[in-house]
């Protein structure tokens, strides 16, 4: 009943969140007929077709690493204010813990900044895991791969940094239960070096008031 999706290449379910994407199915038993098919609005759906998402139970609790500097918490407030702008109401509620995080399941949404990454997934800027029970987010969370990557919030200091803001914004936007998609979007599955894409476009809009309406 329980399904665990990684957007990541770390244990080869679904999506990478750099350039080789990789979708397949999670797996929710059988209690469910394929006739509850919905139609997809960009979200990530379950194996029996329906839209995977936090459905009403907004706004998000999600804590925030002792790793977690100004800069970062700046840029991630600002990411979650360009969503909350696009659908008009409260997604996320951040609050700063002393913890560590890690992806481990234990009903807590959480952001962490690892500067510990796997050198198979270096190509990796980050990882956003989600669960879910049938078709509602239980619990969502994000690595920023902060190793093999450098960041910059509004002026970037040489030519390989990406701009943290839009990749919060991307990373938000997995945690809502959107997926990696194609044409003009935030959730386009690359972003390159020094690139900004941090405003929802009506494609996004459209997408998220589709299940959050």
Known sequence: ????LVWGLFIGILVACDRLPKLGPGNEGQNKLASAA???CGFVQ???GQRVSWKQSLPIKIFLGSEFTTDYETSLREAAKKWEEAVGRTLFVFERSNQVFTTARDYRNSISISQTWGEVDRTLQAVTSLTWYNSQLTEADIRINAQYFS???DKPSSTNEVHLTSLF?????????LKHL????????ILDYLLKRELPTEQDRAHLKCEYN
């Open 151 to 153: 960041f910059y919030v």
């Open 1 to 4: 009943m329980r399904s665990k």
């Open 38 to 40: 919905e139609e997809d």
């Open 169 to 177: 914004v991307h990373e938000l936007g997995h945690i809502l239960g």
């Open 182 to 189: 194609t044409g003009v979007s935030v959730m386009t599955e």
């Open 46 to 48: 379950n194996s029996f």
